[in-house]
């Protein structure tokens, strides 16, 4: 899914329970009236201090692997990434239909995560992850996608949720703006991503906004272009309080704080000081706070336990070797980030590898690109294996 990095680069309805008042909009199942949180939750500071909820989009993915798999140590370690807490990616206006499904079931104590991905003329630099929606298409976008998602999300304000928002699109206008597809999008991603920071502003949801990584925004050149540019949208939709910051590395590959860099010794490596993710939160943090907005950052650290396998910093496609990384946690020892987390859900594939799919992105091609490898968010049963084999803590 990832861009092109260049250096410039929810009385139940039924009637036998009674429901909480705040949660009763619409029909619920007495199962999720049972379940219902008693009251209304308001988020401010690091939501990350809950758990994640491990949502059961995944989990079926992951319990549907493991029982392919005949090595018992190796499907016993797999059964475990099931109940990590991962985000769930709402990439079409038919995957609405999962979101209520899960944020029936999630404890009170816990935190609902959602990527929100469905842009207009989506990942305008690649091609692996071409959307649904053509550019200029905002109104369908608005009325068809966000409006019905910030409807479910009104029937449960006593559930805490985390949003990560339209992972590369920002990032892509800062560092693509003259592929003619970035310009066809420009507006949409602009109006589109303000439109739902404005529309999801509920006291029950934290949001961060996507911010590339430290290969790509964190190139000197594009480390202030890059903070004005989230921080413009960020006041266009208002300047809403529940945005915290930034998501850095979603779906990405980079260490947290690997010294020297993975890429460090690369000759291009005088251009670009951000060369671990933890360097980049805590060099873009206080850029986006000059410019405007809050700077706090969560990092995807889903697949990143293995280093060394990128010919190219800008390697973005299933990248082989790969391990599962750092499981979720808000201990992070750098107060820009609130948490490592897990965006991408391990397994799901980046692009497909065939090479006659209107969607073939040749970075999926790439020596370091696992083959073949399925269109992007389908699953990859040797993919997910080797992420398991090569997580780092072990499974
Ligand atoms: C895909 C989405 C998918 C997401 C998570 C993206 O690359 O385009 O369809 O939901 O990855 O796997």
């Not at 010919?311 to 609130?338: I, M």
Request: hydrophobic fraction near 40%.
């Amino acid at each position: 899914m990832k861009g092109l990095y260049t250096a410039l680069l929810a009385t139940a309805a039924t009637g036998v329970l009674a429901a909480p008042s705040p949660v009763e909009n619409g029909p619920i199942t007495a199962r999720a009236a049972a379940a219902a949180c008693a009251t209304p939750v308001t988020l401010s500071g690091n939501p990350f201090t809950r758990k994640i909820y491990a949502n059961k989009e995944y989990k079926k993915e992951v319990d549907a692997a493991v029982a392919a798999i005949s090595d018992s140590s190796l499907s016993a370690a797999a059964a475990k990434v099931g109940d990590v807490g991962t985000f769930l990616w709402i990439d079409t206006r038919a995957r609405i239909s999962v979101i209520e499904d899960n944020l029936k079931d999630v404890p009170c104590d816990q935190l609902a995560a959602f990527v929100i991905y469905d842009l207009p003329g989506r990942d305008c630099a690649a091609k692996a992850s071409n959307g649904e929606l053509a550019a200029g298409d905002l109104t369908t976008y608005k009325t068809e996608y966000i409006d019905p998602i910030v409807k479910i999300f009104k029937k449960y304000p006593n559930t805490a949720i985390a949003l990560v928002i339209e992972p590369d699109s920002l990032p892509n206008l800062v560092t693509n703006k003259d592929l003619q597809t970035c310009k066809d999008s420009a507006t949409g991603y602009r109006e589109g991503v303000a439109y739902a920071l404005k529309s999801l502003n509920l006291p029950n949801i934290i949001m961060y906004i996507d911010a590339g990584h430290g290969g790509w925004l964190g190139w000197n050149d594009n480390l202030k272009p890059g903070a004005q540019e989230l921080a413009d949208v960020y006041k266009k939709a208002g300047s809403p309080k529940q945005v915290r910051g930034v998501s850095t590395n979603v779906a990405g590959w980079n260490a947290w704080d690997l010294s020297p860099g993975e890429f460090s010794k690369a000759t291009d490596a005088q251009w670009n000081k951000c060369q671990n993710e933890k360097i980049y939160v805590e060099t873009f943090g206080p850029l986006l706070k000059a410019a405007g907005m809050p700077g706090q950052a969560i990092v995807d650290t889903g697949r990143n336990a293995v280093q060394g396998l990128r010919k190219e910093w800008g390697d973005w496609c299933n990248v082989n070797g790969a391990g599962f990384g750092v499981r979720p946690t808000s201990t992070t020892g750098s107060s820009y980030a609130d948490a490592f987390v897990w965006v991408k859900p391990g397994g799901e594939s980046d692009g497909t590898s065939d090479t006659g799919a209107t969607r073939y992105d040749s970075y999926c091609g790439k020596d370091d690109a696992f083959k073949p490898a399925p269109e992007a968010g389908t699953w990859n049963q040797e993919y997910f294996e080797m992420l398991v084999k090569n997580a780092k803590p072990a499974f």
